[in-house]
């Protein structure tokens, strides 16, 4: 919704780094957030980013560029449990859309 | 622990029969949220409540209803099901600041046939 755009798919290594692109559109921007949603589970809070830059939380970080309208969620040190759908989300005009997920695959 | 608790976990059930999902959180959060979520399209909002007695519509709230009649309980109501509503409903709370993270429950899954 709200043409959020990330990738259906991506597959990796254990042991990578995977990073997950995000576009949004800009105007009426109130903030950025990345979820992670197990199969058959319920989505869970991974960050959230109103201004522009990288912010660390141990293996996973998100970044935000407000002007391009950009962000991305990257996994360091990826392991088999970081398998894994990870939902971008916009918050804008203060309502809160959905991205239709990105399918993470870690393989051994 | 701080949960949102939906009910039931999955549920199959035939076209135009009333049907009821509950969910309740427990953190004294305003804002509720019910969710649907199918393959390739994400999450798409239903309605949500700012607090209770106050509810509004979603992007897809044709076909639910739902009430607030308290601030822990916010009910999904399908009164007359159809197979295009066959999905995973997943229900969300949050405190009433707009950037504060969503609380999901753990969703249910609903076939009608």
């Known amino acids: 919704g709200q043409n959020i755009d990330q990738p259906t798919e991506m597959t990796a290594t254990e042991g990578a780094i995977v990073q997950i692109n995000c576009t949004y559109q800009?105007?009426?921007?109130?903030?950025l957030f990345w979820y992670q949603q197990h199969a058959g589970e319920a989505p869970t809070f991974l960050s959230y980013n109103v201004l522009d830059g990288l912010e660390e939380k141990g293996r996973f970080s998100s970044f935000l560029s407000r002007s391009k309208g950009y962000s991305y969620l990257l996994l360091k040190e990826l392991q088999m449990k970081d398998s894994a759908s990870y939902l971008c989300a916009e918050l804008n005009d203060y309502k809160l859309s959905f991205g239709a997920g990105t399918t993470v695959t870690v393989r051994a | 622990e701080a949960q949102v608790t939906q009910n039931p976990r999955y549920l199959i059930t035939v076209t135009g029969k009333k049907l009821t999902v509950t969910c309740s959180q427990n953190?004294?959060?305003?804002?509720m949220s019910w969710y649907r979520q199918d393959p390739g399209l994400g999450l798409r909002q239903i309605y949500y409540s700012m607090n209770v007695e106050v509810t509004d519509k979603g992007d897809v709230p044709e076909g639910y209803k739902v009430s607030r009649k308290e601030k822990r309980n916010f009910p999904l109501i399908l009164e007359s099901p159809s197979p295009n509503q066959t999905s995973l409903y997943f229900c969300a709370s949050r405190r009433s600041s707009y950037n504060s993270p969503l609380h999901f429950g753990n969703g249910t899954r609903l076939t009608v046939t």
């Open positions: 953190m004294n959060h305003e804002y």
């Open positions: 800009t105007s009426g921007f109130n903030g």
